[in-house]
């Protein structure tokens, strides 16, 4: 069974960084697509970036582009999203997903909330 287990969420001022860990178990990811996504308060759940593991090809939404970057650690089975320069629009509960590109199966973490001040 796959496990997602994030790490690093908190409280920060704005134009602080924080990174966030996803510790991935339960069997190779190397046909997978690791993403955060992130959901606000009364807002649908949004994507953030994704990363393949095979070649670690990224993607960002245009509302972090410049500002996070995501990155993968073989060694460790771990994703991260470094964040810098965060904006109070930022807060919200940050969610790890692995996606199996053959088969399209899911998996989410539990989240970790994020919460950037003013």
């Known amino acids: 069974q796959v496990q997602l287990v994030e790490s690093g969420g908190g409280l920060v001022q704005a134009g602080g960084s924080l990174r966030l860990s996803c510790a991935a178990s339960g069997r190779t990811f190397s046909r997978y697509i690791m993403g955060w996504f992130r959901q606000a308060p009364g807002k649908e759940r949004e994507f953030v970036a994704h990363?393949?593991?095979?070649?670690?090809?990224?993607s960002y939404a245009d509302s972090v582009k410049g500002r996070f970057t995501i990155s993968r650690d073989n060694a460790k089975n771990t994703v991260y999203l470094q964040m810098n320069m965060l904006k109070p629009e930022d807060t919200a509960v940050y969610y790890c997903n692995a996606r199996n590109y053959i088969d399209s199966s899911r998996y989410w973490g539990q989240g970790t909330q994020v919460t950037v001040s003013s």
């Open positions: 990363i393949r593991w095979s070649d670690a090809t990224t």
